[in-house]
């Protein structure tokens, strides 16, 4: 009679065991989607913030001051230059390889950003460069 309760404290050990293992995987996933929601709304603030300073100088963003391409290369000077240098590193520090492209139409007013970052850390195997899927993007586009 000894022994099985014996047996009968290793069988509970063994099922409490299996139980904490799935919390503890269901943390993790948690976790990562969690992260994930996180760089989308980060990625929506920082496009609306771009949209909020080309409306603030709306003659040079309409003149195509602020016309960005996703290599970070733009030819704008002044206020424009040092709004999306800013909001370029901001990209950079806030995102995981986030980068950002911005085309106005003059005839139109209408203004497109597009933000791009990696987000292999939600998936549970890949890279931004292995599983395009990974690379999320966000686009706003707006009438100035």
Partial sequence: MAGLSLIEM???????SVGLLGMAGLQTYSLRMNTSAYHRTQANTLAY???DSMRTNRA???AGGYDVDVSGSFSG????ASDLGDWLAMLDYLLPFGAGEV???NATEMCRVR???DDSRALTSG???TSPD???QLTVSSRL
Wanted: with cysteine; aromatic share 4%; net charge negative.
């Fill in 115 to 117: 933000v791009l970052w």
């Fill in 77 to 80: 000077g002044g206020q424009a």
């Fill in 103 to 105: 085309a106005c139409d």
């Fill in 127 to 129: 890279s931004c460069s």
């Fill in 60 to 62: 040079t963003a309409l």
């Fill in 134 to 136: 990974s690379c999320q």
């Fill in 49 to 51: 913030d771009i949209l």
């Fill in 10 to 16: 290793l069988i509970a050990l063994v099922i409490i």
